[in-house]
Each structure stands twice: as C-alpha cells, then as structure tokens.
C-alpha cells in the first residue's frame, strides 16, 4: 500500500476507530505495514492476532522504528487507533487511497494535450496546392511554431515529471526536499 497522507483522527473517521494515546494531528506520511521489521519513518503498524504471534506484541518497537501509531483491535503503550474488525479497517484505507489516486490527473493527460497542440499547430508538413505543375508545397512557418510549442510543452511536462517522481513512486525525502515539492497549501 502506498503513503496514505491521512492524519490519526482521518484513519479513526474513515476506519470506525477511536484513538489511545494518540495525536490525532499525527500525519501518516508511510506506508501500513504488518510487520514490525519492515516499518518506515511516518508508517502506520497494522497489529492482528494470528495463530501463533499476536501483532500486538510488537507496538513498541515498531513505534520505536517510526511507525506513528498501531492499528489494532485493543490498546496498546503505544498510540493505536483501535478497531473491531483490522481487516475492514485496512480495507477502508486502501479504498481511500484509490480515491485520490484516481482523484489526481492520468499520466497520459500530458501526452494527450501534446498529440492536441501538435495536431493543431503543426499542420501536415506536405500539402497539395492549386500550382500549375500540381507539386507540393512545404508549410514551414506554421510548422516550426508548431515543433517549438509543443516541444517546450514536452520538454517542461518532462522536467516536471522528474521533479515530482520521487512523490508519485513514494521514495524517502527529507522535509525539506517535500515541502519544495509542495506547491500549494491545499496538497498537504
């Protein structure tokens, strides 16, 4: 699952948990994840009880690891959100990242505005005329325009393709490197 960008109380609302010892402005700005060993900086610990192992018992050091809280189905030392049912729960949260994923703008957007503006300034490069001798007669003026505007578009739609990459593949950023990226107040 990717980063969820949800704050504690949004997990709370959107799973039908209540939060313990919790700030409920705490962002989750990690993945959720089951296993203690594998949780990032900014995370959420989904604890279940197995058939041998009780996730629950290892809140602590994955709190200790960075995960802001537990998702789990009873209180822990650690901030939980507690949940009746951790499979539900985790059903809710990926259901609302597909949301706003979907939400966001298809990648080939950018490739169909620069298909439209070629077709509209760049005319075929060949055209017939109504000369004598019925050659043809290259439109260049209306096709350099053409190949500077959408190559410019291309090329900055390229530039701020790579400059957001490591928010859309949810790479590690320092604080610092995020909120360069984030342009606007209503994207945090």
Same mark, same amino acid.
């Given at each position: ?93 990926? &259901? @609302?990242?597909? +949301?706003? =994923? ?10 169909? #505005?620069? !298909? %439209? $503006? ?17 050659? &043809? @007669?290259?439109? +260049?003026? =209306? ?10 578009? #291309?090329? !900055? %739609? $390229? ?21 360069? +990226? ?7």
């Amino acid at each position: 699952m990717s980063a969820l960008w949800l704050t504690l109380s949004e997990v709370a609302d959107l799973t039908g948990g209540r939060l313990h010892l919790a700030d409920p402005a705490e962002l989750v700005t990690a993945p959720v994840v089951i296993d203690n060993r594998i949780v990032e900086p900014g995370g959420l610990f989904a604890a279940f009880v197995g058939e041998k192992v009780d996730g629950h018992d290892f809140a602590e050091s994955a709190v200790a690891a960075g995960a802001v809280a537990v998702l789990g189905s009873r209180a822990t030392a650690v901030p939980t959100v507690i949940v009746d049912d951790g499979q539900r729960a985790l059903q809710a949260l990926a &259901r @609302e990242v597909v +949301r706003r =994923r979907r939400a966001q703008p298809e990648p080939f957007t950018v490739m169909a #505005l620069t !298909l %439209a $503006l070629g077709r509209l300034l760049d005319p075929p490069r060949l055209r017939l005329t109504t000369a004598a001798d019925g050659g &043809r @007669e290259r439109t +260049r003026g =209306r096709s350099t325009v053409g190949v500077v505007v959408v190559g410019s578009y #291309l090329v !900055l %739609a $390229l530039i701020a393709f790579a400059f957001f990459w490591p928010i859309w593949t949810d790479a590690l950023l320092t604080h610092q490197e995020w909120t360069a +990226r984030m342009w606007f107040a209503r994207w945090i």
